[in-house]
């Protein structure tokens, strides 16, 4: 299954309110802009995976009926990494990206696979290497 997910993140100019919870003078920093995360969690067919359905939160970029809401990873991304840290720009927070996904597919425990990585899925014939 391939999950599609959008989310709409405030581009970052500065250490905001999230981190510092002082909301005094916000509303002069207003018109910073936005970005949009697009989440495709999946292990395609270079890593052993056959894709059988796709599951979209119906963001304006993915609408339709075939589609079910589905956030949980965008809600652990939010949490884990792109509000985790005061980044003092959208660009230091793009580049920590991919060193949480990394960890997030290859140690992170999911209570979903009892406490395994979702690496830990994958066959161990696999010498791609490419996790996230």
Do not use: C
Request: avoid cysteine; charge should be positive; charged fraction near 20%.
């Amino acid at each position: 299954m391939i999950h599609i997910d959008i989310k709409k993140l405030g581009r970052i100019d500065g250490i905001g309110h999230r981190i510092t919870g002082d909301r005094t003078g916000q509303s002069n920093k207003r018109g910073t802009g936005w970005e949009y995360l697009h989440v495709a969690i999946a292990w395609f067919k270079a890593h052993g995976v056959t894709v059988q359905r796709v599951m979209t939160d119906n963001g304006s970029a993915y609408k339709s009926r075939a589609f079910a809401k589905a956030g949980r990873f965008i809600q652990t991304s939010i949490r884990e990494w792109a509000y985790a840290t005061p980044f003092q720009s959208s660009a230091a927070r793009t580049r920590a990206m991919h060193p949480w996904l990394h960890a997030y597919n290859t140690q992170r425990p999911h209570s979903a696979l009892k406490g395994l990585p979702p690496i830990s899925r994958i066959n161990r014939d696999n010498v791609l290497g490419n996790d996230s």
